[in-house]
């Protein structure tokens, strides 16, 4: 059903524009940081899209992480570590804006699936969740960023309950999970840099409910108070030894909307 225009990270200059439009802004404007949202590869999935580019740039260079030969997929992860890492090289190289901090707010479940991939990292899959995930279906992999340091910080979209049926997402386990991996590959970086992990909120998930505009069904465990809000606040500030820094919140016309009543 998407009707819009996909610029496609397959080809280097479309990589070159993102980079380029990410430091106007940055060049331009008196801000302290830049965050790229999800969207990557589309959700739903990517087959023939790209055949294009596919054929015209996919070569030798393609990073086989779970070993099971270079795949379109495997093409594609590549792409975007190749984007986020000429942003955050940009960056780093500006004259006057060094302190500008870069970071993504992926989709909060790496993979369910692949345990080679996680097997290649040295990491575990976070126990009992399942679901979409953003390494198969968006060709997101914010573990490569996060252990070379092609991000000042990552933010995943942990949207749901510290309490869901199933524990099928659980914000918890997943918080749990990111938080531990950025403070363990860390480690590993030189210059002491630290990658920041801030949990991003769904702050708007408690509105839609309030206003009837989502069925309660689909936002399973957030009900329609902010207490689910403030569970995932006191989990945070409970576990500061594991690298929790702060929190994000999408998004900022949930606190600017007159109407709200929370």
């Given amino acids: 059903t998407f009707t819009g225009t996909i610029i496609d990270p397959g080809i280097p200059a479309a990589r070159e524009y993102i980079t380029n439009v990410l430091m106007d802004i940055v060049d331009r404007y008196d801000i302290d940081g830049i965050l790229m949202d999800d969207y990557f590869y589309p959700y739903g999935g990517t087959t023939t899209e790209d055949a294009t580019s596919k054929s015209q740039y ?69 126990t009992g969740i399942v679901g979409q995930d953003t390494y198969q279906t968006l060709a997101c992999n914010p573990i490569e960023w996060i252990k070379n340091g092609y991000v000042d910080y990552i933010a995943p979209q942990l949207y749901w309950a510290t309490s869901t049926t199933g524990g099928k997402q659980n914000y918890g386990v997943l918080c749990e999970w990111w938080a531990k991996l950025c403070d363990s590959f860390s480690n590993d970086l030189s210059n002491n840099k630290r990658v920041h992990f801030y949990p991003s909120h769904a702050l708007y998930k408690l509105y839609e409910l309030n206003e009837n505009t989502t069925p309660a069904s689909i936002w399973d465990g957030f009900g329609e108070t902010i207490d689910e809000l403030r569970r995932q606040i006191d989990y945070n500030r409970a576990n500061p030894s594991s690298g929790y820094s702060g929190s994000l919140y999408y998004r900022t016309g949930y606190y600017n909307n007159p109407n709200n009543t929370h």
């Avoid at 779970?66 to 190289?93: H, P």
């Fill in 58 to 126: 996919k070569g030798n260079d393609v990073q086989d992480i779970n070993n099971d030969g270079k795949t379109d997929d495997d093409w594609r992860r590549s792409n975007i570590d190749a984007l986020i890492k000429n942003v955050y090289e940009a960056i780093e190289k500006s004259s006057n804006k060094k302190h500008v901090r870069f970071g993504v707010g992926p989709f909060g479940i790496w993979t369910t699936m692949e345990s080679k991939a996680a097997q290649a990292y040295g990491i575990s899959l976070p």
